[in-house]
Every structure is written in C-alpha cells, then in structure tokens.
C-alpha cells in the first residue's frame, strides 16, 4: 500500500526535475546500468556527494516514466536494498528461454514456511523453529542454507548454544523485497480467527434461517461483516 | 490399472490438525478432542496404506491428544485457590494459531517468489564474478569465524582417509606454517584460501596451517573475505607479509600480556 502511495506522491515530482539534477539524471542511469547488483542509495551518494536520497528517487522515478513513455522493456527497481534494472514481466515468457537452465526450482511448501519462521522470528534457533512448525527442519534447513537464503548469525546463549540463524541479502532478492521492513504483513491471531470463519461455507445457509428481525437487524438484512460473525457464533453454540 | 488418489499433503502433524478442524466446522478454541483423534488416526492409517512415510512427529501429536483427552476426563482437584483452571487444550491450540500464522504467510511469499521469477537482472557471466578485484571492498563481506570452520571441514574432508594409525612426532610448527602462507602469498593482494589449503597433503600440517591463518588474522596480517555466501574465501593481505615483522607482533603482544598480569 505505501508503495502505491509514493508512487503518486512522486508523479508530480516526475516532471519537475531541477535543472540539477537533470544533470545527474544520465550519471545515476549509467551507475545502475553497470552496476551488477543492486546499487545502495549511500553508493550513489558517495560518488555524487550532495544528492539528497529523495532526489535520488525522484530521477528514478523519472527514467523509469522515460522507459515506459519510450516502450523499454525494462525498468529500474528497488530490491535487497538497491537500485537494479529488470526486464519488465510480460517478457517473462522469452527471458525464461533464455536462462531456462540457470532458473532454480521452486521452493517447496515446507521451505516456504520455515523460511517464513526464520524472516519474522530472525535470529532464530533451529528449536524454536521446530516449536512452532511440530516438525523436524534439520533437511529444509540444509536446503534453504545451500541455496543462500539463510544462514548462521551467531550462536544463542542457551544450554549448548545453538547455532542463531537469520535471512540472507539473497533472500530479499529472491523475493524481490526492499528490505526487512518489506516482508508481508503477517496476521495476528484475532485476525486469523475472523478471516478463517468468513472462509467457512455454513454462514450462508445460517443466515437464511435466522429471523433477522429477531436481532435488531431489520434495515440491515444483507449483513454487514460484524453482524453475520455474531449470528454464526450463536447458532453453532445452539447447535453444540 | 492403477488408481491415483489425490491427498493433501500435511507439512506436519499441526498442518494435518488444522485441516481436521476446517472441514468439521468446529471452533478452534473448543476442539472436541476424541472426535478429532479418531479421525487423525484415519488419517495415519491412509498415508500409511498410501505407503506415505508417516513421520514421528504425526505419531507423538497422537500421545499429546490422548493426554489432553485424559485431562479433560480427569476430575480436578481443588486446589482450594481461586486461580483459573486453564483449558487442558489450551496450549496445543496456541501452537496451532501459530503454526496457522505462518502457514497462511507462506502464500503471500510464494505469490512474492512467483512475481519474481518475471523479472530479470542483466546476467554478470561466472568468469567475470571471480576475475573481480579484491579491492572491491563493498563486493566483498567479511568472513565469520563459521565461514573459515567451513572452509576447514572442506579442506579436512579432501584429505585421504589413512586407516592405519601410526603415531608420528610432529614436526610443523606454526612459526613455519606462518612463513610458509606468506611464501605462498608472495606479492599479491590476496589469495584463495582453497589454494592455499590444496597444497597441504596430511591433517596435522592441515591444522597449524589453518591455526597460523587464524593467528595472521587475529594480528592484522590478513583478513578472510568472500563475495557470496559459501563462496571462495580469499585472504587478503593487510601488511606487507614479512615474518620478522609476525614475529615481533607476537612478541610485543608477549611483553604486553606479562605486564598486565
């Protein structure tokens, strides 16, 4: 959501660059065009000392409006804390010929999940790990390690002192993430409850059999959110 | 003919229990338990008949529901407080909200790794990623003490196995080792540690080579560096390799350390 939102609060900006930094505009689109991982705002601002870093945005946000008005095929984008340039997806299809012997695997669901318990948890023991997902993770450990998505911080200082392990600069990459602050947001467990039970198909049929009008409900028969988790709630307690 | 049947597959024994509890509709925080069992048990008895590997971790959540069943049944003795009694079930049903958590995350990462995968970076060719010039500091990061025991175990595992044991005076010594690194140096800026390593052919040499690698760090002689994680570890000159230099770091470092005590 923020991101959507700076993308408007920039699009003003787009078009009003300073005679400055249309200067600096060629340079920064040389630095990210042969820079071969993503270069930090701090190295753009060591080699142009005096560029502010939201000026730095704003000529990344006007080449990236020169590539789309001109029809490129790529554009710049923010990931593992840098500038990098990517080809746009709907090129998908054929970049993916290209490199169809380099592409890695998918991650399986239980690489997913533990490397989901490592990103939130981070540093994080392999115990705790297994606590929370009921399962052994010594095997998807040693995947996720090899392929550099997560690796050992440190040790914790608990009996024996296991190995501390937290997410890689790959990891964001791999996920195409900004940064840490990036992750997707993960629910609390109310929120859990009520999307769980918006998810369960006997809210339907419950609806029709109960007298509205019982409720107090009269103007609002088509239910808003609240109201319909209330009747569900009563009728499985008649039931139970 | 051969039947194919489509089963989920249960990431745990958590995973399975979550799923038992959406399709009986049943309310997370009052689980009947006896129910549930006797359908995990199904459960068990279809993924062993599928010749699933049924794993540890399935079978013991069956002993934590029978206790928690046993719990239930069990009438409480008062324990003449008035503190709350806590539901016997309670805490398996946090484990599982947590579980649930990062379960249901895990499909916002996996449509995140799916957007990725559709887009490209300019590839950099692998010859071109080790002709990279040790001065490129920010390419580089520092080395953990894990790194070089990993690199160690490396080396150590490439050493031939001898089954006979014979018992051999040492005759390394790390004062010799030390020179010998920096003979290997020479004049360059850095070399690998692989290299470095590949030319020693028994463990002991092996050891105080890697424990005079170790001291070169700890004196500001050299410093371990790589470019991606597991990647080559170079070592990286700091001062100009002279062993009479070491051995003065060594012994002000002596003189120093007889002073404080």
């Known amino acids: 959501m923020t991101r959507e939102k700076n993308k408007k609060n920039n699009i003003p900006d787009v078009n009003r660059l300073s005679d400055e930094e249309m200067t600096y505009l060629p340079i920064i689109e040389a630095l990210v065009f042969s820079s071969e991982s993503p270069l930090p705002l701090t190295k753009i601002r060591e080699i142009i000392p005096g560029l502010a870093p939201k000026q730095i945005n704003s000529i990344i946000e006007y080449l990236n409006e020169q590539y789309r008005q001109g029809g490129r095929s790529y554009e710049i984008r923010e990931i593992a804390g840098g500038y990098q340039m990517f080809t746009m997806p709907e090129f998908a299809a054929f970049v993916d010929k290209l490199f169809q012997e380099k592409q890695q695997s998918r991650l399986t669901q239980k690489a997913l999940e533990t490397l989901a318990i490592v990103a939130y948890k981070q540093p994080v023991t392999r115990h705790e790990i297994e606590e929370i997902r009921g399962v052994n993770v010594d095997g998807v450990m040693k995947t996720l390690m090899s392929r550099s998505l997560v690796t050992i911080s440190g040790r914790a200082q608990a009996p024996g002192s296991p190995f501390l392990y937290k997410t890689t600069r790959k990891f964001l990459d791999y996920f195409g993430l900004k940064s840490l602050d990036d992750l997707p947001k993960l629910k609390e467990i109310d929120e859990l409850i009520d999307v769980d039970d918006e998810d369960r198909p006997y809210h339907e049929t419950i609806l029709r059999e109960i007298d509205i009008s019982e409720l107090g409900l009269k103007e609002n028969g088509n239910g808003e959110a609240n109201n319909r988790e209330e009747n569900g709630d009563q009728e499985k307690s008649d039931q139970a | ?261």
Not at chain 2, 85 to 95: F, G, H, K, S
Not at chain 2, 112 to 139: G, I, Q, T
Not at chain 2, 218 to 228: E, G, V, Y
């Open chain 2, 1 to 261: 003919m051969t039947y194919k049947v489509k089963l989920p597959v249960f990431e745990g024994p958590f995973d399975l229990l979550l799923f038992l509890i959406k399709k009986n509709e049943v309310d997370v925080y009052d689980i009947p338990v006896a129910e549930i069992t006797h359908q995990y048990l199904e459960y068990l008895e279809l993924m062993k008949m599928l010749d699933l590997d049924v794993a540890g971790e399935f079978i013991e959540m069956v002993a934590t529901l029978m206790l928690i069943k046993v719990r239930m049944l069990l009438p409480r003795i008062a324990s003449g407080e008035d503190e709350e009694i806590e539901d016997p079930r309670a805490q398996l049903v946090a484990q599982l909200l947590e579980y649930q958590r990062f379960k249901e995350v895990s499909g916002d990462f996996e449509k995140l790794e799916n957007e990725r995968r559709r887009y490209f970076s300019r590839a950099v060719p692998e010859e071109m990623r080790n002709k990279l010039n040790a001065n490129d500091d920010e390419l580089l990061d520092d080395v953990s003490l894990f790194d070089l025991l990993t690199a160690f175990k490396r080396a150590l595992d490439n050493i031939p196995k001898v089954t006979v044991h014979q018992v051999n005076v040492v005759k390394v010594t790390m004062e010799q080792q030390v020179k010998f690194v920096f003979e290997k140096l020479g004049r360059r800026s850095y070399m690998l540690f692989s290299e470095l390593t590949k030319s020693v052919k028994n463990k002991i040499e092996l050891i105080v080579t890697f424990m005079a690698i170790l001291d070169l760090i700890r004196l500001q002689f050299l410093s371990a560096k790589q470019t991606d994680n597991f990647g080559e570890i170079r070592m990286v000159a700091i001062q100009s390799p002279s062993y009479e230099k070491y051995l003065e770091a060594r012994d002000k470092e002596l003189v120093e350390e007889s002073e404080e005590s």
